[in-house]
């Protein structure tokens, strides 16, 4: 605990006093002190921990991140600063002090203030300890621009900039840099000799307009999004199996293709299920936050990776959307920024009362030829009710004597449940429903204590549920199930074994006719109870119409007369897991199941204005299905639906619970998933701007509007650095994942805001963002500058050169895909499975038997649709620094290791690349070695070679020639990667040619200048 001391304060102050009348005429001369530039980030790395915003955790009751608290003091009430007297501030005191008890920061935390930094906080208080907001939490405005610079706003501002460092933009960059500079930038490929010229004749403007309306720039523009979503094709963790999850990255790419506002882009992937009237696109949207890691592994606890899922999705809409470092709150108040324990759990709230949902994705004529199927049944189901004009009183009819057949049930309340392999947990939910999440398992039992006097039967009900696959009831891959037997036993209060007890005659609602396969019968629901687990109790009713509640009542073979206390254990077996049922009990006589789809009597079970749509379709159909003389029209629809198209795939997206499934959500004690305290209400960051729901809309719709809020300080400022980062190699704000109190003031703060301000005015339109900058001088400059100004700015924070920096992972690879020509366009569609060496699929604990490479034209496909294993990242793009999706990534680190090179130049891809090269320079290269080197320099980097450069390739040519004469090399291993294979060669050409330019191409696609922006 600090303890300012009020004993000889005066005296100790007096002395201090001293050192301040000191002369220093060059502290006269230096700038006034900035607190955000200079000050703040003093404080945030060496005070905020103790003296920050967690009251939690503040030491002595000094608070140092707000003026009015600091003029206050702590506990002593002595004031840690007063404004203009550092000789009379005790945190001036306590930062000198030689004394080691009392010096801050403690020895023991290790982060001693540097001499430098003493002399800063001096002269801040010495100048009155000014405060201000953080800039990133203040609205962004736009500053008026320099007077008498250019007129483009960038330019403008940047050269204002560097006359006050004495500097001056580098010239333009060439042409063909220029070109290819673009090409990369907007869609990821280089340009080919066709295009450069193109370039010449339409010029860089006109060039621009045609790259953003290229498919290729969704393409290229959607990794940078990927990443920070952590976009994956598995799930990760132990067993990391394949999920279905690309139609969402297709989404990404189509909405930035379109240049769908960011705003609308943000709001539809956090709820765009909750817009009215919400498409199937809008619900693929919402894919973004079921991006995170599922763990599949035995004997986990559901809810508690449930938690971690959760604690990801924060984290992700902070990197992404917010730029701050959100989930630091999770244990504690954040202990730099402005976020209170409460408000995240709050901004936590809005996303808890989401069911886990899966759902089938069907193509545009499959959406149409559903509707044509609906229509049509529509249209039967008209002439039933033609032909049954008092249909709506005799449905009415049916119906009361439906539910006067219904028999009272008592759900069981489990007091133990569990699984006998110990792989699964059940739970029960308020429903009184056994909910079985988790790792699959074939069988479960539950454990009561009911009363069981009189009891003739069980009611064993299949049920729907939003955290299933398509609503289950099953975990089979299209949410279907089979139980294969149920066993109940019974313990009486004065014993230790278990009494089996018989259950007979069972009835079902529906069953499957009866099938065998192999050694397994499937279908009726006397298998349920006959004994064996070589049959199985099935209910699919088929594609369209299998995802629907399902029951069987099974009878005792007389009734119970167990005394109180007896424990009842139903043990329930099954093939594809039953992952959500309830068990009830009745007394009445010989309990039996209506022929009747229980989703009908469900659905009749509430009040008729209480029915959904969907629910009142379920109970008329069922009723048709009872009129014996509308068989041939329940015949008609039973042959429409057969015609209901399979799926094109499925999405994991968000959905949201109501009624009794609401969930709250309580505030965990550090961050601990079985600790909850206090429940807390959805509410967003009191330091960012207001939270408004005026519409009444649910929760997390209105939560999606705040974040893409024109009002919100970061929003439009994140969005923006991520596209300067992508163009110029690192953000306006280094830190893209956190703009908080820690990052660096920006160097172009003025710059950054008009950005972020034209960015809103505009539509949230990215592409006119990136046509800005790109237009500018800025942008445009040559990258080829003295090394003096290399060596004062080396990561070029002030611009004043041209961006030139290594190309991201994905582009490296289409780089040599398109130099090649074996690149194939094609938008959209599952992953490819890239080769990779065998010990890598090796290393997998579970191994992936699906992984077979890709052959065809679909194995060149560009790499953003390459199949993404979390657990075995791809070894080409890991070696350019590609992260491996188990978090989100705001930047990528760029690192420069010989393993990339070695990569280059002996991964399956790249030497495939290199064999297509070769042969793509002897059909269009020229009749000679001399135009082949030209045409490749032009291919690799769009510019001619020097003679020097030439005469290296010439030599590097012959050098291989020879060895491939000598034998030293296989000629056809090296041209086709097939000892017993020769290359199709163009005519007036030799094998020797297309294995001697296959090893020369493999240097040039390695080459720093090609894989780079230059």
Not at 255 to 284: H, K, R
Request: contains cysteine.
């Amino acid at each position: 605990m600090i303890n300012f001391a009020r004993s000889n304060f005066a005296c100790r102050a007096a002395v201090i006093g001293l050192l301040f009348l000191l002369p220093n005429a060059k502290a006269a001369e230096a700038q006034t002190v900035d607190f955000e530039r200079d000050v703040q980030p003093i404080l945030a790395e060496h005070c905020a921990q103790c003296h920050g915003t967690d009251e939690g955790t503040r030491k002595a009751g000094l608070r140092l991140d707000l003026r009015e608290n600091a003029l206050k003091g702590g506990e002593s009430g002595d004031p840690a600063i007063v404004p203009g007297k550092p000789e009379m501030s005790e945190l001036i005191r306590r930062i000198i002090t030689p004394d080691a008890a009392e010096l801050m920061p403690p020895p023991k935390e290790k982060k001693p203030l540097t001499a430098a930094h003493i002399d800063t906080l001096k002269k801040w208080v010495a100048e009155g300890a000014k405060y201000s907001v953080h800039w990133a939490f203040v609205p962004p405005q736009k500053a008026k621009l320099p007077e008498g610079g250019p007129a483009h706003p960038i330019d403008a501002f940047v050269t204002a900039r560097l006359k006050t460092l004495q500097l001056a933009p580098s010239p333009a960059a060439a042409s063909a840099t220029l070109c290819r500079r673009l090409y990369l930038d907007l869609i990821g490929l280089p340009p080919s000799p066709a295009e450069l010229a193109a370039f010449e004749k339409n010029g860089f403007a006109a060039t621009v307009d045609t790259l953003l309306q290229s498919e290729r720039f969704g393409e290229k523009w959607a990794r940078h999004w990927l990443d920070a979503a952590r976009y994956s094709d598995t799930n990760g963790y132990e067993k990391d199996v394949p999920r279905d999850q690309w139609i969402w990255r297709d989404w990404v790419i189509k909405a930035l293709n379109s240049d769908m506002p960011y705003d609308q882009f943000v709001i539809e992937q956090i709820a765009g299920d909750l817009l009215p009237g919400a498409t199937q696109d809008q619900v693929i949207a919402t894919g973004l936050l079921r991006n995170s890691m599922l763990n599949e592994e035995g004997a986990i606890i559901a809810e508690e990776f449930r938690m971690i899922e959760m604690f990801d999705r924060i984290d992700c809409l902070g990197k992404a959307v917010l730029g701050i470092s959100v989930q630091c709150a999770q244990c504690h108040t954040h202990k730099f920024d402005p976020i209170s324990h409460d408000e995240y759990y709050g901004m936590f709230a809005f996303l808890n009362n989401s069911y886990e949902a899966q759902s089938w994705i069907y193509t545009p004529e499959q959406q149409q030829q559903i509707k044509n199927i609906k229509a049509a049944i529509q249209a039967i189901e008209d002439r039933a009710r033609t032909q049954h004009p008092q249909w709506q009183q005799e449905l009415q009819a049916w119906e009361t004597e439906a539910l006067k057949q219904q028999v009272p049930w008592t759900p069981l309340e489990i007091t133990e449940f569990g699984s006998i392999s110990g792989l699964n947990h059940p739970t029960q939910i308020a429903d009184k429903s056994v909910l079985m999440r988790g790792h699959p398992s074939a069988d479960i039992f539950m454990i009561s204590k009911p009363d069981l006097k009189g009891i003739t039967g069980l009611r064993f009900e299949a049920l729907t549920h939003g955290d299933l696959p398509f609503g289950g009831p099953g975990r089979g891959a299209a949410g279907i199930w089979g139980v294969t037997e149920i066993e109940v036993t019974a313990q009486k209060p004065d014993s230790k074994e278990w009494e089996k007890l018989k259950l007979v005659n069972a009835t079902a609602d529906f069953s499957e006719p009866e099938q065998k396969e192999d050694k397994k019968t499937r279908g009726p629901v006397k298998f349920l109870i006959d004994g064996t687990d070589e049959t199985s109790w099935e209910a699919d009713r088929g594609i369209g119409r299998r995802n629907q509640p399902s029951v069987a009542i099974v009878q005792f073979e007389k009734p119970l007369d167990l005394p109180a206390g007896t424990q009842f254990k139903l043990a329930l077996r099954t093939n594809d897991m039953l992952v959500c049922c309830r068990v009830s009990t009745t007394t009445a006589p010989n309990p039996a199941a209506l022929p009747i789809d229980y989703a009908a009597i469900l659905a009749m079970q509430l009040p008729a204005a209480q029915r959904t749509p969907e629910q009142q379709a379920t109970v008329f159909a069922a009723w048709r299905a009872s009129v014996a003389d509308l068989k041939p029209i329940n015949d008609e629809i039973d042959a429409q639906w057969k015609t209901f198209p399979t799926a094109l795939t499925s999405v994991l997206h968000l959905a949201e619970r109501q009624g009794i499934h609401v969930r709250p959500t309580h505030l965990l004690d550090r961050g601990g998933w079985d600790k909850p305290k206090q429940v807390i209400p959805p509410q967003t960051l009191a330091a960012l701007h207001s939270f408004e729901n005026s519409k009444g809309e649910p929760s997390r719709l209105a939560f999606a509007r705040w974040l893409a809020d024109k009002r919100s300080p970061l929003t439009a400022r994140v969005a923006v650095n991520r596209v300067w980062q992508a163009l110029f190699g690192e953000g306006l704000v280094e830190t893209s994942e956190d703009f908080g109190t820690r990052a660096p003031v920006p160097e172009y703060g003025e710059l950054f805001d008009w950005l972020a301000v034209d960015f809103m005015e505009h539509g949230w339109s990215q592409k006119h963002l990136i046509k800005t900058i790109v237009s500018s001088a800025t942008y445009q400059q040559s990258s080829n500058t003295p090394a003096i100004l290399k060596e004062r700015d080396p990561r070029n924070h002030w611009l004043a050169r041209g961006p030139r920096f290594r190309a991201e992972a994905e582009v490296v690879r289409d780089i040599a895909l398109s130099i090649s020509g074996l690149i194939t366009q094609k938008v959209g569609g599952p992953g490819t499975i890239p080769p990779v060496p065998q010990n890598v699929l090796d290393i997998n604990f579970t191994y992936p038997a699906y992984w077979i490479p890709t052959q065809g034209p679909d194995r060149y496909r560009r790499t953003v649709y390459v199949f993404r294993k979390r657990s075995m990242p791809d070894p080409v793009l890991s070696s350019f620094d590609s992260p491996n999706s188990d978090i989100a990534c705001a930047r990528r680190v760029r690192s420069n290791t010989p393993l990339a090179a070695l990569t280059g130049l002996n991964e399956t891809i790249f030497n495939e690349a290199a064999r297509a090269m070769a042969l793509r320079l002897l059909r269009e290269g020229g009749p000679d070695d001399a135009s082949r080197a030209d045409y490749a320099f032009r291919l690799c980097m769009s510019r001619p070679p020097t003679a020097v450069e030439r005469d290296e390739v010439l030599a590097l040519l012959k050098s291989r020639r020879q060895r491939l004469a000598e034998g030293w090399l296989d000629i056809r291993e090296v041209a086709t990667g097939d000892p017993t294979k020769l290359p199709e060669i163009p005519a007036k050409t030799i094998p020797q040619d297309a294995a001697a330019w296959t090893l020369v191409a493999r240097v040039l696609l390695n080459l720093d200048e090609t894989i780079s922006k230059p």
